[in-house]
């Protein structure tokens, strides 16, 4: 069985500052994908960076990078430079590629504050 | 670009009432999944396919229920909606690994049954 854990509920950065929110996970499968998503108070979920458990580098997507020790089963993102956009929800996710569960598993999620 | 659809955004009905939410992709995905979100809380998956005539129940025990009778639509309806159902309903799809392995998600549906 999969599992993800954000121990996070909240955090709060200053503007212009960087962070990084935590993720951990658990899975047998071989071969799997891990997610974040951003989810401000209107709901909707926003894709936001995406790597593969065999991807050599860790993904980055502008101003969001993916801090992934796979030894330790951690996906950490980090956001550079905060905005006061960036307040909102942060879930993780991941899900087997290798012909496992194909049922997205997802963090409970941390609340980021950006403080101006 | 995701190319997932969900209707109504925001629905208020009274108890008692039925409820389809509709969802649609155009990507020819295979797999589906429902899931009930309360704001700022976790996601939990309701109902999930992974492809046309397969239908299977989630974590969350759920009195609603949904189809899958052509690969685009994934329709969740609720027969007797109550106030416990009032949530955010998301809806989500993945496709083959060799096109990509992002979770497309929809736009959400607000219920609030009164």
């Known amino acids: 069985a999969q599992k993800i854990t954000q121990t996070q509920p909240g955090m709060f950065v200053q503007e212009k500052e960087a962070v990084t929110l935590d993720c951990t996970y658990d899975?047998?499968?071989?071969?799997?994908?891990l997610f974040w998503y951003k989810q401000p108070s209107s709901g909707e979920m926003i894709f936001l960076i995406y790597?593969?458990?065999?991807?050599?580098q860790n993904a980055t997507e502008g101003r969001y990078s993916l801090n992934f020790q796979k030894a330790r089963k951690s996906a950490n993102l980090v956001i550079s430079a905060s905005q006061l956009g960036d307040s909102a929800m942060y879930f993780c996710?991941?899900?087997?590629?290798?012909?496992?569960?194909?049922?997205?598993?997802f963090g409970r999620g941390t609340s980021l504050i950006v403080h101006p | 670009e995701a190319d997932i659809y969900q209707t109504p955004r925001y629905l208020v009905i009274g108890t008692g009432k039925k409820i389809t939410l509709e969802c649609s992709q155009t990507?020819?995905?295979?797999?589906m999944y429902w899931y009930q979100q309360d704001p700022g809380m976790e996601l939990h998956l309701i109902h999930y396919?992974?492809?046309?005539?397969?239908?299977e129940k989630g974590d969350l025990s759920s009195e609603s229920t949904v189809s899958r009778i052509r690969t685009e639509h994934f329709p969740l309806t609720l027969e007797s909606a109550r106030p416990s159902h009032t949530s955010q309903y998301l809806c989500?799809?993945?496709?083959?690994?060799?096109?990509?392995?992002?979770?497309?998600f929809g736009e959400g549906s607000w219920l609030t049954v009164v």
């Open positions: 996710a991941m899900r087997s590629t290798s012909g496992g569960s194909y049922i997205p598993t």
């Open positions: 899975t047998s499968d071989p071969s799997y994908g």
């Open positions: 790597q593969g458990s065999y991807d050599q």
């Open positions: 990507m020819g995905h295979d797999k």
């Open positions: 396919s992974y492809g046309v005539n397969s239908t």
């Open positions: 989500a799809s993945v496709g083959q690994a060799s096109s990509g392995n992002t979770i497309y």
